[in-house]
Every structure is written in structure tokens, then in C-alpha cells.
């Protein structure tokens, strides 16, 4: 004790060597474990919960130490005797205590008992002997004993009488015999091979029939306690007349051996006493004398044949010799006595008792091997080989058994556990002895594995793709996300939440943290983004918590939300001042053309092109799919001069949405004739001004315009190569400036010339241009330039 607290002490001043006192403390109870027994002494028949000994004072701990360390008392065998209370430390008789209950016919009684303590594990071996008290009187068998002697019995003859039983045992069992006073006999007392003491009657004087019949005598058997305790009985002599023979036994002693458990009326040894003489006195008689009375309940004795036959059950446990005495009566009245000696043959009867004492319900699945799971014990009441054990596991699993000492055994695990695997393993330990005929006993132990948090979530997909249709409403459920996780209970709930990314503080969507829901928070529009990704992490509630993460695609699918927007002709310019057709044009004439764009994408995007209105509707007709403006025959000279079209642009989303470009024609032969057409709503004084200001106009017009497509085409180069990186889909302009987007099947660039110094010049077409094709239309909708020159 002194050693355990110096070591504690070291402990508290050096926090650094906490370790090796743990080390140290934990091989020195495994050492006093397997060396220390506590040895008291108790008197029987003391009252309940009498005090039997001071353990944590014996142990040399503080009774706080035992409430820390779940200190215990386990007796052996099923009954517990003792208690130990672990506040005070102080061990208990639970029940008044009778040594001859508990040890019946044995000198000693020891009651042997352990003291278990957790933390660590620490086995104390005790004993304890319980004293005898003398609280048993000698009793005979018989009130009254009948002797019947011959009157010519000589003097010397000796007469055994039955012995009276004691259970008390040492000083306070029986220790003499006295007789009352008489002038005949004595009192000679023999002492058996199993300690117990035997009274015999001796002859001092020689009987006479004719002088006294009949003696009457009284025997005390007295025990060697103070006070001593006595017990009583009367012993009737009967004089006999003369028989001059007695019975004679072939052997002093009859040996026999007797297999345990052996069936009723199994024989067992047979004496023969032979009486020479005739008639009733050499009729022989067989009864038992001066054996106990529990041989007496096992055997019977034939009194006709001296046959001893087996009566009740015979353990070999209970006693392994019995002893008896076989007295032969003639009819005289003449006996003589034989010894039989029984000796109980061991069988293998008994199977093993598996006792636990100690069990761990449930371990971590991160427990190190050779962790202990359950502490046991295995007894077998035979002996020799019948009483040898050896415990195994059934199945292939992670535990093994450790034999430590007094046929302990610790149940250890001997691999690393996944209770992801096993969660629950029912262990089968059987224990099997040695004897010929192998008796086994099985006992069932249930190990429950604790989660340990060693799994990371996983996600279902690496990569979640979802839509949205723009313009949608705020908070829109599009789908979720799921992840597992193969832990168990809080190791196994997961949470949700988006990786925060750099430079976006609010994002379009949110994860639901306990189910994965996706919302989109807000309306969205495809022409402004068409796809996004953002990283999505799951977490589980484990210490310290796992995690892992998964990409989210959430891509915009289009509406029809916008409406084609005609870039050519522009809505703001005059329809009188439109196209110049020449007189001479053919049929299938290219007179104009719609240039057109739809910001949408896909089938929302798609125009068609028809020709709503017209002066004279079959006089020209319009490209469904390009919107060239064409004559269906050639001119005539009954045509009107000046036509008027409404060109109808129509896209191909549900519902579809449209627009509408107006194109004024005017037909000349020439210049000059297009001069005395306009010069006649102007006054005749200044015939070439107006036309001179018409011409000046259109020429800045289509200057500003081809710049203007220009300035667009190369804001669009620029925007088209910052976006390629992050999406493959194509842009649409949202203005009509943008004059190298859309869908138009074919373009036309139109130079004008006019020679210096003349109002009658030519409007000429001359050559096409290389085709130009935008992303996302075939190219038989490809755009065409033109240019004319003078």
C-alpha cells in the first residue's frame, strides 16, 4: 500500500511520467492478482450481515477506490455468501452461515471467494474458515439398545454398541462414551479409520441366567466442548441361554468397488457368516452396525443372504469410500462382525460449468487487440481426467481465449474490428473435459461493436446535373443531392452545405442541410448565364467530422421571352425612300432583304420570314428561311412605280412571338426617272435640290450603318472568346446593332456609287461575298454579302 501511494505521488509531481505509473500499476496488480490471499475466520451461526473483514483496510485502498474501481465479491460455486459493501469496504455474511450445511462429515470448512476490481483488473483470492460451534448435542440412533449375550460368555467378550452421531466436528464433536455403574461390564473404547470413536461392551464378570435375566444399563456419549453436550440411551442386556457356537465371517473385510451412478439393486459385495450349529441357532441373521446413516440410505443390506445391493444414487462427489459394519446373528443369539469398505469409482458425470464473472457488453470498433471483452471461469466437480477442461470459440472470429489461473480464462480480441462489417457477434464458448466420454457445456456471449467515425460521406454521383427554365419563381425545388455514409448514428448524419467560392458571395442556389434539396433562390435569365457550377460538401456529425464533396451543374434552359428584332430595314427609315428597283428586273429578282435576330436559343430562335401586305402581293414574295425579298415575275410597265411591303418575322417558340419590318419600293429606269418621280412633290424652282438631299441622306445612313455593324461585330468577337471559356453555347445580341448576330440565313452588303456630276448614275448588284455562317445555323441558311460598285 505504502508503494502504491509513493508511485501516485511521483505521478501528481511529474505530470510527464503519467504513462509509465500507469504501466507500473497495471503490472503490479496483475501481480498481486496472481500472489495475495486474504485468510479470515468466522464462527457459524453468526446473524445476517455479520461483519467478516475489512478488504479496502486489507487491500490497502480507500473505500472511493473501490466505488472507482466497481470493486466485487464472487464466491464459488452458485450461491453467494458474502457481501461487500463498496463504500466502507467492509465484507458481509449475507445469511447466518451452518459449517454442518455447507461441509457436512469434514474437519475443516474453508468457503473460498474473489475480489474482483476494474481499472485495472486486479483478482484477489480468499478464504474463509468457518469455525464450528458446538450447537449439536451426540445423538444415538436408538433410545434403546438390545444385547442378547450368552450366559457362557466368557469374561473378556466384547460387545459393540451403536455409535451416537456428533455433527459437530473437532473438540466439539464426540470424544467419549461413559456407562453407568454395574458389575459386569465395562466400557472400552476404538477409534475408526475416519476418526470417529466407537463403544464397545466388555465382559468383567461371568453372566448368570438363573441369578439375573435381564441388565439394564445407560451409555452417555459426551463431546469435548465447555460446557459439553451429551446424549443418552439405555442398553438392555439379555441373558441367553448357552449357545456354544458363534457365526464366522470368511473375511475381517470385504472390499468392493462401485461405479458411480450405478443402478438401484446393482450388487455390490455379498458376506457369508457360517453358524455350525443346528436349528435356530445356526439360522444366521445380517444387519448393519455402527454405519453411518447416509451409507445406510445408499446401500441395502439383504438380512437373509448378506447380499449389499445399491439403494439411492451414488456420487462420487459427495463421497468417494463408505464404510460399514455387518454384524451376523445367530439364533442363539451369537453374532460376529465384518468391515465392508466401499470404494465410489469416478465417471465422467459432470459436464463443465462455465461461471461468468465479468463481461464488457460493448466495444469500440477502434479497440486495439487483445483488448479484454469478458473474464470466466470453468469448474468440473470429477476428478483426475473427467475433471480436466479446455475452452474454444466456435467460428471463424476477431476474439480468443487467454487461460490466466485457477481455470480463468480472459476473452480477448485478437484483430482490429469494422462494425460496418459485423455490428454484433454472438460468441459460442464451449468447454469440454477430458473424459473418455467427453461431456461440453456452451455459454452465449454478446458483443455489441460501437461506431467509431472512420467513414466519409459519399455521394451518389460525382457530378449532379439539374435544369431550370428561366424566368422561373424564387425558391424553386429542381432536385437534390444525396450522400451516405456506412457509420451508424450521429457518425452517420449528414449535413449539406455549398462550398463558399471566391468573388460570388451570393449564390443562385441553396442545398437543403438535412435532405440535399436544390433551390434556385432567384428568377433566372439564359441570356445572361446558361449554366453555372458550384461544389456542394457533405458532412457527417461525427468528432472529429468527415466530409467530402460533389459538383453541382445546374444549366438554364431557354424561353421564348423575346421577341425577333429586325435590324434591317430600320424601323425609323422612310418607307418612301426604301429599295430602287430597275424597271427591267426579271423574275426571281433580289430586291431586299430582312435582316432579322431572336436573343432565344434553339427552336425560340428560329424565324421564318412571310410577307404579310403588300401592294400588289403577287408581284414579289419573301424567303421563309433567309427573308430575301424577291420578285415572282418580271416588271411590267403597268406596275405601280412605288410598292409597299409588311415583311412578318415569326420565331418558332410556344407560344410564338413576332415582328414586323416595312419596305418601301419605288421601280425606276433610272436615276433620272427616279429624279422626275420625287421632283414632283417639290417645287419646280429647285429641281435637283430635294433629290440631291435624299441621296446625300441615304449615303449617310448606310455609312453610319456599316460602321455601326462594324463597332458590333468586334464587341461581339470580344464578348464570344471571354464567354468560350466558360460555356459552349451560343450568344445573341440584344440590340439591333449587333448586325453580325442571328439567324439570318444570308447577308448582303450593298455599296452605292454615284459619278460626279450627274444626277443619272446606276444602281447596280454586283458579285456576292464569301458566305459567313454564325454558330448554330446550317449552312444552307448561311449569310451572303454582296457588293456593287460603279
Known amino acids: ?199 464397545e461392551l466388555v465382559l468383567q464378570r461371568q453372566l448368570d441366567r438363573e441369578e439375573q435375566r435381564e441388565i439394564n444399563l445407560f451409555i452417555t456419549a459426551i463431546d469435548g466442548a465447555s460446557p459439553p453436550r451429551s446424549g443418552t440411551a439405555q442398553v438392555r442386556i439379555l441373558v441367553m441361554d448357552a449357545n456354544d457356537n458363534i457365526p464366522v465371517f470368511g473375511r475381517e473385510v470385504y472390499e468392493a468397488r462401485v461405479a458411480e451412478n450405478s443402478p438401484p439393486e446393482h450388487l455390490v459385495v455379498r458376506v457369508t457368516a457360517a453358524d455350525p450349529d443346528e436349528g435356530s441357532y445356526g439360522k444366521v441373521r445380517y444387519t448393519f452396525t455402527q454405519t453411518p446413516e447416509r451409507s445406510r440410505q445408499l446401500f441395502d443390506l439383504n438380512a437373509t443372504t448378506g447380499e449389499i445391493r445399491v439403494a439411492g444414487n451414488l456420487d462420487f462427489e459427495e463421497g468417494k469410500t463408505h464404510e460399514m459394519v455387518v454384524k451376523a446373528t445367530d439364533g442363539g443369539g451369537l453374532s460376529a462382525h465384518c468391515k465392508v469398505q466401499v470404494e465410489i469409482l469416478d465417471m465422467n458425470d459432470n459436464a463443465p460449468e462455465i461461471a461468468l464473472t465479468s463481461l464488457t457488453a460493448s466495444i469500440p470498433e477502434a479497440a486495439p487487440p487483445r483488448t479484454v471483452v469478458a473474464l470466466f471461469s470453468v469448474r468440473d466437480r470429477d476428478s483426475r481426467d473427467n475433471g480436466r477442461t479446455e475452452c474454444s470459440i466456435e467460428g471463424d472470429l476477431p476474439f480468443s481465449l487467454t487461460p490466466t489461473f485457477d481455470n480463468y480464462y480472459e476473452l480477448r480480441t485478437n484483430a482490429a474490428l469494422d462494425r460496418e462489417r459485423t455490428a454484433e457477434y454472438n460468441i459460442t464458448i464451449t468447454a469440454t473435459d477430458w473424459g473418455t466420454t467427453r461431456l461440453s457445456s456452451r455459454k452465449n456471449l454478446f458483443v455489441q461493436i460501437l461506431d467509431v467515425n472512420d467513414n466519409s460521406p459519399e455521394f451518389t454521383q460525382e457530378v449532379y446535373t439539374m435544369s431550370v427554365t428561366e424566368n422561373n419563381s424564387p425558391m424553386l425545388r429542381i432536385g437534390s443531392v444525396n450522400a451516405t455514409d456506412a457509420d451508424a448514428g450521429n457518425n452517420a448524419r449528414i449535413n449539406y452545405a455549398l462550398v463558399r467560392q471566391e468573388g460570388k458571395e451570393k449564390p443562385d442556389v441553396s442545398v437543403s442541410s438535412e435532405n440535399g434539396d436544390v433551390y434556385i433562390l432567384r428568377p433566372m435569365d439564359y441570356e445572361e448565364v446558361r449554366a453555372f457550377e458550384v461544389l456542394v460538401r457533405a458532412t457527417d456529425g461525427g468528432s472529429p467530422p468527415l466530409s467530402t464533396q460533389t459538383v453541382l451543374r445546374v444549366v438554364v434552359r431557354d424561353e421564348n421571352d423575346n421577341a425577333p428584332v429586325v435590324l434591317h430595314p430600320s424601323s425609323d427609315s422612310s418607307a418612301a425612300t426604301g429599295e430602287l428597283v430597275p424597271r427591267w428586273a426579271r423574275a426571281d429578282y433580289l430586291v431586299a432583304k430582312v435582316v432579322a435576330v431572336d436573343a432565344d436559343a434553339g427552336q425560340n430562335a428560329w424565324l421564318s420570314y412571310e410577307l404579310a401586305k403588300a401592294t400588289e402581293p403577287a408581284l414579289f414574295r419573301v424567303g421563309l428561311h433567309n427573308g430575301e425579298v424577291r420578285t415572282v415575275r418580271a416588271m411590267s410597265e403597268r406596275d405601280a412605280s412605288r410598292q409597299r411591303l409588311v415583311v412578318l418575322v415569326r420565331d418558332q417558340g410556344q407560344p410564338s412571338l413576332s415582328a414586323t419590318a416595312t419596305i418601301g419600293i419605288t421601280l425606276v429606269d433610272g436615276f433620272s426617272d427616279a429624279h422626275l418621280q420625287l421632283s414632283e412633290e417639290v417645287p419646280a424652282s429647285e429641281p435637283d435640290g430635294p433629290l440631291t438631299l435624299y441621296l446625300i441622306a441615304s449615303l449617310v445612313c448606310v455609312s453610319v450603318l456599316f460602321l455601326a455593324t462594324a463597332v458590333a461585330a468586334v464587341a461581339v468577337k470580344v464578348r464570344r472568346a471571354r464567354q468560350s471559356e466558360a460555356e459552349s453555347l451560343p450568344t445573341f445580341p440584344k440590340a439591333a446593332t449587333d448586325s453580325n448576330a442571328g439567324s439570318l440565313p444570308r447577308s448582303y452588303l450593298y455599296d452605292v456609287c454615284f459619278a460626279t456630276g450627274t444626277v443619272n448614275s446606276e444602281f447596280r448588284f454586283l458579285r456576292p461575298l464569301l458566305p459567313c455562317f454564325p454558330a448554330g445555323l446550317p449552312a444552307s441558311q448561311g449569310e451572303q454579302r454582296s457588293s456593287v460598285c460603279s
Open 1 to 199: 500500500g505504502w508503494l502504491f501511494w509513493r508511485v501516485m505521488a511521483c505521478g501528481r509531481r511529474n505530470r510527464d511520467s503519467k504513462r509509465q505509473v500507469i504501466i507500473f500499476l497495471m503490472c503490479l496488480s496483475v501481480c498481486q492478482s496472481g500472489a495475495e490471499t486474504l485468510r479470515y475466520s468466522l464462527p457459524e451461526e453468526m446473524e445476517r450481515d455479520s461483519f467478516v473483514a475489512d478488504i479496502a483496510k486489507d487491500l490497502g485502498v480507500s473505500p472511493s477506490q473501490l466505488v472507482a474501481r466497481n470493486a466485487r465479491v464472487v464466491s464459488e460455486g452458485n450461491e453467494q455468501l458474502f457481501r461487500l459493501n463498496q463504500n466502507t469496504g467492509v465484507l458481509t455474511a449475507k445469511e447466518s452461515l451452518d459449517r454442518e450445511e455447507i461441509c457436512p462429515q469434514s474437519d475443516t470448512c474453508m468457503i473460498f471467494f474473489k475480489i474482483f476490481l476494474e481499472n485495472p483488473l486486479q483478482l484477489v483470492r480468499g478464504e474463509v474458515e468457518i469455525r464450528d460451534v458446538n450447537d449439536n448435542s451426540p445423538v444415538f440412533p436408538e433410545k434403546e439398545m438390545v444385547l442378547e449375550i450368552l450366559e457362557t460368555a466368557p469374561p473378556g467378550s466384547r460387545f459393540p454398541l451403536e455409535s451416537a452421531q456428533d455433527q459437530d466436528v473437532g473438540s466439539n464433536g464426540l470424544q467419549n462414551y461413559s456407562l453407568g455403574s454395574n458389575s459386569h461390564f465395562s466400557l472400552a473404547l476404538e477409534t475408526g479409520k475416519n476418526g470417529m470413536k466407537y463403544a
